[in-house]
């Protein structure tokens, strides 16, 4: 019986991560950052993908160090070029969720960090899920988006600590919170739990950065050097 894709790509996985090295493995997270926001990131993407957990490592050192490796590629959109940054983290805790978990877990400056809160919705673990709860009774000034994204990812790990979370959050002071309260859930729900939301038409989206055109370098880049 041949071997299921699946079990091919597995195979093939692994050979490419015992062949490669720190340095070419450096290479590829620095190839990925480069092409943020073009149309080479998705490729791009499947090659960190198929590193060892060094490579959550190493998106985490570039992370630490903004300005020492060229984020962005030079036609980009400063938009398209956050979000796919962005992106590389949630793929990186979803690839390697315990190295993802752990690093988290020893920066407590990351605690707070929405990009950070966001990924963490891909990490199905109880230290995850104390740091998002944490998050979200947060309540100190400028702490908003933190409540907010830390119940996305709350709900995407279909939390039950959910439902008494809303209570207070339906009642927080910032009204982008209260309005996530009310939408998130709504949004993730399923037709047989909230019918309605089968049959309610989609909101089409207009992206005012679109990637297949150039963007002025003139514009600076959100990550420093480009």
Same mark, same amino acid.
């Given at each position: 019986?041949?071997?299921?894709?699946? =079990?091919? *790509?597995?195979?093939? +996985?692994?050979?490419?991560?015992?062949?490669?090295?720190?340095?070419?493995?450096?290479?590829?997270?620095?190839?990925? &950052?480069?092409?943020?926001?073009?149309?080479?990131?998705?490729?791009?993407?499947?090659?960190?993908?198929?590193?060892?957990?060094?490579?959550?490592?190493?998106?985490? =050192?570039? *992370?630490?160090?903004?300005? +020492?490796?060229?984020?962005?590629?030079?036609?980009?959109?400063? *938009?398209?070029?956050?979000?796919?940054?962005?992106? =590389?983290?949630?793929?990186?805790?979803?690839?390697?969720?315990?190295?993802?978990?752990?690093?988290?877990?020893?920066?407590?400056?990351?605690?707070?960090?929405?990009?950070?809160?966001?990924? &963490?919705?891909?990490?199905?673990?109880?230290?995850?899920?104390?740091?998002?709860?944490?998050?979200?009774?947060? /309540?100190?000034?400028?702490? =908003?988006?933190? /409540?907010?994204?830390?119940?996305?990812?709350?709900?995407? &790990?279909?939390?039950?600590?959910?439902? +008494?979370?809303?209570?207070?959050?339906?009642?927080?002071?910032?009204?982008?919170?209260?309005?996530?309260?009310? *939408?998130?859930? &709504?949004?993730?729900?399923?037709?047989?739990?909230?019918?309605?939301?089968?049959?309610?038409?989609?909101? /089409? /989206?207009?992206?005012?950065?679109?990637?297949?055109?150039?963007?002025?370098?003139?514009?600076?880049?959100?990550?420093?050097?480009?």
């Amino acid at each position: 019986m041949p071997d299921s894709p699946g =079990a091919n *790509r597995r195979r093939a +996985d692994a050979v490419t991560m015992a062949d490669v090295t720190e340095l070419d493995a450096t290479a590829v997270v620095h190839q990925l &950052l480069a092409a943020a926001g073009s149309q080479l990131y998705d490729s791009r993407l499947i090659e960190f993908e198929r590193l060892s957990d060094i490579g959550c490592d190493l998106l985490f =050192a570039v *992370r630490d160090r903004p300005g +020492d490796v060229p984020i962005g590629a030079r036609s980009a959109h400063p *938009r398209d070029i956050v979000e796919d940054v962005w992106r =590389a983290f949630v793929v990186a805790a979803r690839r390697w969720p315990d190295r993802f978990l752990e690093r988290v877990l020893s920066e407590p400056d990351l605690h707070g960090d929405i990009e950070i809160l966001d990924a &963490l919705g891909e990490v199905d673990r109880p230290a995850s899920r104390e740091l998002l709860v944490a998050a979200i009774k947060q /309540r100190r000034a400028g702490h =908003a988006l933190g /409540r907010k994204y830390a119940l996305g990812s709350l709900i995407r &790990l279909a939390d039950p600590q959910v439902p +008494d979370l809303l209570v207070g959050l339906v009642k927080d002071r910032d009204s982008s919170v209260r309005f996530a309260a009310v *939408r998130l859930p &709504l949004s993730t729900a399923t037709p047989d739990r909230c019918p309605p939301c089968s049959t309610s038409p989609k909101r /089409r /989206r207009h992206p005012w950065g679109p990637r297949s055109l150039p963007w002025p370098r003139s514009r600076r880049s959100p990550y420093g050097k480009a």
